[in-house]
Nanobody
Framework: QVQLVESGGGLVQAGGSLRLSCAAS????????AAWFRQAPGKEREFVAR????????AYADSVKGRFTVSRDNAKNTVCLQMNSLTPEDTAVYYC?????????????WGQGTQVTVSS
């Protein structure tokens, strides 16, 4: 079992930045692919970014490419999402997820989410 806890959300003005963190416990995070998803009010949850076991490979949704950066520190069992140039369209609850394989965006473990609100 892996427990995930997100932090770092909040209210920020458009154009600003936030850094989300996801702390894992229960198992060594290096054995898991990690990802970030988000869900805006009235919308389905959508993929944001993912990072491979060692952090050597990353992938992003087109909507955040060039603005968001996912990283991980396996020694600290954490995954981070640096979000720059935020827009109101980035307002959502952001979730951290982990899975042994992360195939087809299927993840076994999820955090409780952290709210990000971007004001115009």
């Amino acid at each position: 079992q892996v427990q995930l806890v997100e932090s770092g959300g909040g209210l920020v003005q458009a154009g600003g930045s936030l850094r989300l963190s996801c702390a894992a416990s229960g198992r060594t995070l290096s054995s898991y692919v990690a990802a970030w998803f988000r869900q805006a009010p009235g919308k389905e949850r959508e993929f944001v970014a993912r990072i491979s076991y060692s952090g050597g490979a990353t992938a992003y949704a087109d909507s955040v490419k060039g603005r968001f950066t996912v990283s991980r520190d396996n020694a600290k069992n954490t995954v981070c999402l640096q979000m720059n140039s935020l827009t109101p369209e980035d307002t959502a609850v952001y979730y951290c997820a982990a899975d042994r394989w992360g195939l087809n965006n299927q993840y076994e473990y999820w955090g409780q989410g952290t709210q990000v609100t971007v004001s115009s």
